[in-house]
């Protein structure tokens, strides 16, 4: 599994239309192979920003890099400059690797599959 994210600083007084930019925008992530699910977190309050990331499951790095060079990318990306004066800086990205996956007990009493139970 991998994990990307965006990390993006959001002006104080912009956190509303940044937010209804992920809300209204199609992300055609939906039929990319390997995806798994997409999180927008809002994160704490500085003085002059609050902290968001976008926060994507691939089932690999291989899968998520075939995203970044597909036109599903270059579709979901293509107005993105357009949003800059909400942010302080350019988003920052952080990819990880899960090295242990530790999950809870779906309504079934069912572990998810290849994830050790809790």
Known sequence: MFI???RFKVRLGSEEAFEAVWRERDSHLGAVPGFLEFHLLRGPQAADHVLYASHTVWASRGAFEAWTRSEAFRLAHRTAGAHTPNYLGH???EGFEAIQTIAGRGPS???PSGAQPA
């Open 4 to 6: 990307a994210m965006n």
């Open 91 to 93: 988003p920052e990205f």
């Open 109 to 111: 009493g069912s572990t």
